[in-house]
């Protein structure tokens, strides 16, 4: 009796080991699963950015360190890779990629990796929410800034008010910058200039060139000496937008005032000068 009943415990024992290791696996393929949705699920335009496929995502931004120069270093081969794919000049892309990101440093940039500001219109991915025309607003969410770039060209190939500008030649920055607000891509008068200031003074023609093999133009930016104003910080502000709303960068905000990072407080005084 005493026999059996010592079998019947290496039985049970046994027994309880199997299922355990049965559960484990079990577990570790619906982790799996989860994550492979995930991946999947993240955004729409994932499927449609097969160029990108497979490749590293960009280390992390350090805000007291990028720079312009670093942006367009790490972004002009996207932007260059884009014009090829879908006419768009390179230089207008990375033009607004800048304003729109505030130099890469902007905090819808930083968390969602939007570098255009495109809204969740007809968007099933993952979301992030800003304060923009209107508090709390539905922003595109991306899982590599690439992305951004993608979506920021699918936005303008597909939509039949920006057909007028892939009729205009693809180096024509000016005639792009200019059709863009005319089709109502932004609502800022100041827009245009804004956009061909920065491809002028960072030589952003460059790239256009490079894709179309033909020689880069011999214009050479020279600034104005820039008029600095005042401006007290108000509720609400970011430096971002102070930024995009003086036609400069947080970049500039932040040499000019000594800033060591973002954070600005109400009542606070900032100095101010101009892209342009």
């Known amino acids: 009796m005493r026999i059996n009943r010592f079998f019947v415990l290496i039985f049970l024992a046994a027994f309880a080991v199997s299922c355990g290791s049965k559960k484990k696996?079990?577990?570790?393929?619906?982790?799996?699963n989860r994550e492979n949705t995930f991946t999947e699920s993240s955004n729409t335009a994932i499927e449609r950015v097969k160029p990108l496929d497979g490749e590293p995502m960009l280390p992390p931004v350090n805000p007291r360190l990028?720079?312009?120069?670093?942006?367009?270093?790490?972004?002009?081969?996207?932007?260059?890779?884009?014009?090829?794919?879908?006419?768009?000049?390179?230089?207008?892309?990375?033009?607004?990629?800048?304003l729109e990101s505030g130099g890469g440093k902007g905090d819808l940039t930083m968390r969602a990796n939007n570098h255009f500001g495109i809204k969740c219109?007809?968007?099933?991915?993952?979301?992030a929410y800003h304060d923009d025309d209107a508090r709390g607003e539905c922003f595109r969410k991306y899982k590599d800034a690439r992305y951004s770039y993608r979506d920021h060209s699918l936005f303008l190939t597909e939509r039949k008010r920006y057909a007028e500008l892939f009729e205009l030649d693809e180096d024509d920055y000016k005639g792009w910058a200019r059709g863009l607000r005319k089709a109502g891509y932004a609502t800022d008068r100041r827009y245009p200039d804004k956009?061909?200031?920065?491809i002028e003074r960072y030589r952003l023609y460059q790239f256009d060139a490079d894709v179309l093999k033909r020689p880069s133009p011999s214009y050479t930016y020279t600034p104005e000496s820039p008029e600095s104003v005042t401006y007290k910080v108000k509720k609400g502000d970011t430096l971002y937008r102070i930024a995009k709303q003086h036609n400069t960068t947080v970049e500039e905000l932040q040499r000019f005032n000594n800033l060591r990072d973002t954070n600005i407080s109400?009542?606070?005084m900032l100095v101010i000068i101009s892209v342009e």
């Open 66 to 98: 990028y720079t312009v120069e670093d942006y367009i270093r790490d972004f002009a081969a996207v932007a260059m890779e884009e014009m090829r794919l879908y006419n768009i000049p390179a230089s207008i892309t990375l033009a607004q990629g800048i």
């Open 121 to 127: 219109h007809d968007w099933k991915g993952a979301r």
């Open 25 to 32: 696996v079990v577990t570790t393929k619906k982790d799996s």
């Open 195 to 198: 956009l061909i200031s920065l």
């Open 266 to 268: 109400v009542g606070q």
